[in-house]
């Protein structure tokens, strides 16, 4: 009798017991391959110029992400704080904070070994930055002209095109 009361809890607890840790293995990596992910995003574009809009994506989460860090959350709000500050007067500070933060969340996703050197590594071909001079000379040059231009003007004598004026 004392048996088959053990083996029907057996058969009962046992399955639910599987199901929990499995629910508790699968949240646990979601949350695991968040951090990662985040990680990965903030360090692809630690030194993009313009900001790229997946670095800001990924800085507006890390208060979600990283909730149960609070050394990690903590760095972001020092840097976030830098990141509003005079530009000029805390470009150093912003750096050397950013560089914080990145290596503490590098401590958190398993990549000891990875150091703030390492993490300030950052390669940036030069045509990358010729063609960012180029596109901010057009569109400077486009501005100006637009600035410039009180109205634009059709001229019905060479077949309707437009001109500015």
């Known amino acids: 009798m004392f048996l088959n009361l053990i083996a029907i809890i057996a058969i009962i607890v046992g399955p639910v017991a599987a199901v929990m840790i499995t629910l508790w293995h699968q949240d646990r990596k979601q949350k695991i391959d968040a951090k990662k992910r985040l990680f990965l995003s903030l360090m692809a574009h630690r030194k993009a110029l313009p900001p790229n809009p997946e670095w800001v994506n990924a800085l507006n989460v890390i208060d979600v992400v990283f909730a149960d860090h609070p050394n990690v959350v903590s760095l972001w709000h020092e840097y976030y704080n830098l990141l509003h500050a005079d530009m000029e007067k805390t ?31 950052f390669y940036f071909p030069k045509a990358y930055g010729d063609q960012l001079e180029i596109n901010a000379k057009v569109q400077k040059e486009f501005l100006r002209v637009l600035e410039n231009s009180a109205r634009f003007v059709l001229d019905k004598k060479r077949g309707g095109h437009n001109s500015l004026q």
């Not at 503490?104 to 300030?120: E, F, H, P, R």
Request: charged residues 25%; without cysteine.
């Open 91 to 121: 470009q150093q500070q912003r750096e050397h904070k950013y560089l914080e933060m990145l290596s503490a969340m590098a401590n958190v996703v398993g990549y000891k070994s990875l150091s703030q050197t390492d993490i300030d590594k």
